[in-house]
């Protein structure tokens, strides 16, 4: 039925016990599922379950990526990753459970290897055409952030091997050219451990497609401050001896933000 067309299918387990599995990435409208399939990607109709091929020039060790995609509000264009792992080191992975073992190599990122270059284009699904967006650095993290609610822009965070230099970025999606909206740096790390939320929730866009919180560390707490999408403080949000760890929800008729943080007294009580 039609209910089960648009449930997003598992495209691949994931790579380490307990890892979520990696899903079909559905549009706004539900429509289209974006998938991949031997390094390429592709879609599945929501409507009546086909499936087609969108971009087809992926190969081994350099292919599409679709977790981290993002759909632009108009369903029309998706922000996906093509991956490069060529340079990257191979760690074996045994499967002991069949009758003959079987070992797979998979690339990995081990300290003082070259990082995987992760490529960020925007795809038109009725063109299958292609935008690459500037990503500058090679020795990098990208993360999609999300995009404007007009679709005019993709926001972007770009962290540095160096875990001290991070960028918000706001990308073209018709031409590729990116902006800096925000950087920042710091002499020691930059929510450099994957603890929640981890340095990819450092920007949390406001559904106003003007503003966005964004978490900073810069008076040696981790605190909230609210800026404009071009760059101008508004407001700081949060302060004290004490760190905020992430934003839960934002709402923006109450004009309210829910975080979590660490705090000996109870925060609400102040």
């Known amino acids: 039925d039609r209910i089960a067309r648009r449930t997003p299918q598992v495209v691949r387990k994931g790579f380490t ?3 979520p599995d990696i899903m079909e990435v559905p549009s706004p409208n539900g429509d289209w599922l974006l998938s991949e399939r031997d390094y390429d990607l592709w879609l599945r109709s929501g409507m009546d379950g086909n499936t087609q091929v969108l971009i087809d020039d992926g190969e081994e060790d350099y292919a599409w990526q679709i977790d981290g995609a993002q759909w632009a509000p108009d369903a029309a264009r998706v922000a996906v990753m093509k991956v490069d792992t060529r340079d990257n080191v191979r760690v074996p992975i045994v499967h002991w459970l069949k009758q003959t073992e079987d ?6 990122t081990k300290a003082g290897n070259p990082l995987p270059t992760q490529e960020l284009h925007v795809v ?3 063109s299958k055409s292609a935008v690459q967006v500037d990503g500058g650095d090679e020795d990098q993290f990208i993360h999609v952030v999300g995009w404007r609610p007009d679709g005019s822009e993709l926001l972007i965070l770009r962290m540095y091997r160096s875990w001290d230099h991070v960028q918000g970025l706001a990308a073209d999606p018709k031409t590729g050219d990116v902006r800096v909206v925000l950087e920042e740096t710091n002499d020691s790390f930059i929510r450099g451990l994957e603890i ?5 929730g450092l920007m949390r866009p406001l559904a106003d497609g003007e503003h966005f919180v964004w978490l900073s560390q810069r008076d040696g707490w981790d605190h909230l401050y609210l800026y404009d999408l071009e760059g101008r403080l508004i407001r700081r949000l949060t302060e004290g001896a004490w760190p905020v ?3 839960v929800h934002v709402d923006e008729d109450a004009r309210q933000v829910y975080f979590t943080g660490h705090r000996e007294e109870r925060l609400y009580d102040t």
């Open 17 to 19: 016990s307990g890892a």
């Open 103 to 108: 070992v797979e190599f998979f690339p990995y």
């Open 124 to 126: 038109d699904v009725y």
């Open 196 to 200: 929640a939320p981890g340095w990819r």
């Open 245 to 247: 760890m992430g934003v």
